[in-house]
């Protein structure tokens, strides 16, 4: 008796619960080591809310959850496409790489074809017994991964891991005012001087046109060979490309008011910023322990994420960095994947650094970064100030940003770098307000009603519940962006001032000639 109340108990349980568990696909294609960061974190939060996820990723997890996961491993070949932003020698000989947007687009388009046509990508696609209840897809330049949502008629999501800029409001929303909010490779601040706001606008309008005229011409080609088949056999029609791009549900954002330089965001605009640091700080390593207690003078940690990867770094300067970190009294911690010979005291390399557990010591004085949002974040989380060294993407916006808010400074990849780094390092070792600015801000990340995590599970199930959220969608979408700004009035007034000028005209020649001929 009791058995059969408990086992119906169960199963009632079972049922509340399931009736609001979603299959999900997440498509983290970008070959980014910290966007898998972000991407792991997605998997662990929906699975933790009793979601079934199936995770595309370049970087097939190590510890792969049992239950409810699905790995879709679309990693080949990928790595060549970023081998050159990865090579430190490249960057310090090619400087114009940073700043080309037209390179970084077409990578974005280069990576969505290379992950929709990878075979573990099309055996999943040609399983007739899949079915999905929402894509989540992360965003770079290209919008070709929100077909797949159609395919499966279910709602897409974005993720965008770039801040909130236009390149990402314009999907749902419009494009920003340039004149207050930079581009996310930009390294202006606002307020701007007329030349660097006359620049942005410049930007803004040069992006649109490329990719409208030089992407989206590849990507619609794409599209049409890609999908037209794969739809046919669902009996289903090609949509206009357009109608595809601007139809997602919602963007998940990974940033926070707390890195400021946020302005008006849509319904449609949710920031998470932050979801991805989890729960208590695991302990430190015990030699790692010893070493941070025991630095007295304070830690600096070094680590440009995963884009640095050691080998690629010229033996001078790698040789030059060794020597000045030499002669500092502070403990250097160095991420780097090499052994290096006769370091000097202070300096220990890490080929795996617990990143979270060495920000959170009280000894840990100073963060040399590239600036990824990822690693900017984490120091705003541990309230750590940064030496930014930006190499590409929107690592210079970041590191702006930490600069104009007072716990950053920013120093150029250059041949020079070991003797920038030390002007950098003493400034921020004498002048305190560094470190409370940064203790300040990081007050203000953590001062919020919910945990960024609890957010991503939540807005995913809205999204599938209220089928594809249409309620949050910008109006703005709707209306043509001459008549946004008001160009149909202006050509108006324009007309009638016109027409009035030319009759004045003709009136007044009238008048004269009638004149004329009286006399
Ligand atoms: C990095 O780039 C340099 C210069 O372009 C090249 O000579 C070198 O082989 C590259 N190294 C790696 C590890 O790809
Ligand atoms: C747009 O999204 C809605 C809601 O998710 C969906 O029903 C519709 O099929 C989508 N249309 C296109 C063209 O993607």
Redo the contacts with the bound molecule.
């Keep these: 008796m009791v058995s059969i109340k408990v086992l119906s108990l169960t199963l009632l349980l079972f049922l509340v619960n399931c009736s609001d568990c979603y299959h999900v696909l997440l498509v983290f294609n970008l070959p980014g080591k910290s966007l898998s960061i972000l991407g792991e974190s997605f998997v662990r939060h929906l699975l933790n809310a009793g979601h079934e996820v199936t995770y595309v990723t370049p970087f097939p997890m190590k510890n792969k959850p049992k239950n409810n996961f699905h790995e879709v491993d679309v990693s080949e070949g990928v790595d060549k496409l970023f081998?050159e932003i990865c090579?430190i020698?490249?960057l310090l000989?090619n400087t114009h790489f940073e700043s080309d947007e037209e390179e970084i687009m077409h990578l974005g388009v280069e990576v969505a074809e290379m992950t929709l046509t990878n075979p573990n990508m099309l055996k999943l696609l040609n399983d007739k017994t899949q079915k999905f209840d929402v894509v989540v897809g992360d965003y770079l330049a290209s919008e070709l991964v929100a077909g797949i949502a159609y395919y499966y008629d279910c709602p897409m999501i974005w993720s965008y891991s770039m801040g909130v800029d236009s390149a990402i409001l314009k999907l749902v929303h419009e494009p920003t005012n340039p004149s207050y909010i930079p581009d996310y490779i930009s390294l202006n601040i606002p307020p701007m001087s007329f030349k660097q706001r006359v620049g942005e606008l410049w930007t803004l309008i040069r992006n649109t046109w490329v990719k409208r005229h030089s992407v989206m011409p590849r990507e619609l080609a794409f599209y049409k060979k890609f999908y037209k088949p794969l739809l046919e056999k669902k009996g289903k029609p090609l949509p206009a490309y357009e109608d595809v791009m601007y139809n997602a549900s919602l963007v998940l954002v990974n940033s926070h008011q707390a890195s400021g330089g946020l302005a008006a965001i849509p319904q449609s605009v949710k920031l998470i910023g932050g979801h991805h640091i989890n729960g208590p700080v695991a302990p430190l390593p015990d030699d790692l322990k010893e070493i941070m207690d025991s630095s007295t003078n304070g830690v600096i940690y070094f680590s440009m994420g995963s884009i640095w990867?050691s080998?690629?770094m010229p033996i001078t300067l790698r040789d030059n960095l060794v020597r000045m970190f030499g002669s500092l009294k502070q403990t250097v911690l160095w991420k780097f994947e090499e052994d290096i010979p006769n370091l000097p005291k202070n300096i220990h390399t890490l080929k795996w650094a617990p990143q979270h557990s060495i920000l959170a010591h009280e000894n840990c004085m100073l963060f040399i970064t590239h600036g990824g949002l990822g690693s900017s974040t984490e120091a705003l989380h541990f309230g750590v100030p940064i030496v930014g060294v930006p190499i590409s993407f929107d690592q210079f916006l970041n590191i702006n940003r930490a600069v104009s808010k007072g716990y950053a400074l920013s120093v150029k990849l250059s041949y020079n770098l070991h003797n920038d780094l030390k002007v950098a390092i003493d400034t921020i070792a004498t002048d305190p307000s560094f470190k409370s600015n940064a203790k300040a801000l990081s007050e203000i990340y953590h001062d919020r009603p919910v945990k960024p995590g609890v957010e991503i599970p939540h807005w995913v199930r809205h999204v599938v519940r209220t089928r594809g959220a249409p309620h949050l969608r910008s109006p703005a979408l709707m209306v043509p962006w001459y008549q946004k700004t008001y160009l149909d009035l202006v050509a108006l007034v324009l007309l009638v001032v016109l027409s009035l000028f030319l009759l004045v005209k003709k009136l007044m020649f009238t008048v004269k000639s009638a004149k004329v001929k009286s006399n």
């Design positions: 081998a090579n020698t490249f000989e990867k080998a690629s």
